[in-house]
């Protein structure tokens, strides 16, 4: 009887699917950052403050001068600690994420009603594309930016189905 107690609560038991890198416009040019961490019952909103990512991008710098690296490998590990920062939850308990700063927030996965995505082209980026996705759900409207990356699209489309609508140059 034990072994199926415990088949019954890893099946419930929430879980870390993905993670994906937003940008909130603000003002001037500015955003607030977020992780849309999705787990197995909700879709997590980490922000991402500054202090955070100064002090990623100092810990990668430390350890690539420790690795013995010289500038220019300290400068590529500050890009990639950036760049990447967001993995670190994929490996999280979804209440250590909720729980790291106040602006943190989620939506339960049925309360979505949908997310759309639909292209952006930034002219004074050079043309580069962003991708904007608008979350509708029984809590409000949530607007953010992101790059361009397919694999989030796909990663959205697998746990929301058809509630991801996208225009049909994205799919």
Do not use: C
Not at 57 to 65: F, G, L, S, T, V
């Amino acid at each position: 009887m034990g072994v199926i107690i415990s088949a019954f609560q890893s099946e419930t038991r929430e879980r870390v699917i993905g993670a994906i890198l937003l940008r909130k416009p603000k003002s001037l040019g500015r955003w607030d950052s977020y992780a849309a961490v999705i787990t197995t019952q909700r879709m997590i909103f980490a922000q991402i403050t500054s202090d955070m990512v100064k002090e990623a991008i100092e810990k990668a710098k430390q350890q690539a001068k420790a690795e013995g690296k010289g500038f220019l490998g300290q400068w590529s590990a500050q890009l990639g600690a950036t760049f990447n920062y967001i993995q670190k939850y994929l490996s999280m308990e979804p209440s250590a994420i909720i729980s790291e700063t106040p602006g943190n927030f989620y939506i339960e996965n049925g309360a979505i009603r949908d997310v759309k995505i639909k292209d952006k082209r930034v002219r004074d980026k050079g043309g580069y594309d962003e991708l904007e996705a608008e979350i509708s759900s029984s809590s409000g409207k949530f607007v953010f930016t992101l790059d361009r990356n397919m694999d989030n699209i796909k990663m959205l489309k697998q746990i929301y189905g058809d509630r991801v609508k996208t225009p049909f140059m994205l799919i």
